[in-house]
């Protein structure tokens, strides 16, 4: 492999984008939903995948959101997030069905 296709491999790699299954909501009757973590901003941030194959954003803040899950009879999610960027992870709830993506706690 030369040095030209080394560096281009390097590149693609390195802007390669993840998400992540966080949760699925497993509340009876619910209609099929998914908490997926996606770092396609640059940061861990937290979108609900749904039914009708919309993916909602839910969180845009400054730390990647470590992990999330559903609370079970709500449309809430409980969050691992190290807020302030002081290593501690502190968990927050957050409500699912706000107008607008959660920018801090």
Same mark, same amino acid.
Do not use: C, W
């Given at each position: ?46 979108? $609900?995948?749904? =039914?009708? %194959? ?8 400054? !730390?990647?959101?470590? #992990? &999330? ?10 969050? $691992?997030?190290? =807020?302030? %960027? ?8 957050? !409500?699912?069905?706000? #107008? &607008? ?5």
């Amino acid at each position: 492999m030369d040095t030209t296709s080394r560096h281009d491999l390097v590149r693609a790699l390195l802007s390669a984008r993840m998400t992540v299954l966080a949760d699925l909501d497993r509340e009876a009757g619910a209609p099929e939903r998914l908490l997926v973590r996606t770092d396609a901003t640059g940061s861990f941030q937290l979108s $609900e995948l749904r =039914a009708d %194959g919309t993916l909602v954003t839910l969180t845009e803040l400054p !730390e990647p959101v470590a #992990s &999330a899950h559903y609370v079970p009879g709500k449309r809430r999610a409980v969050i $691992e997030v190290d =807020a302030g %960027g002081n290593e501690r992870i502190q968990l927050f709830g957050l !409500e699912l069905d706000r #107008s &607008a993506p959660v920018r801090s706690f």
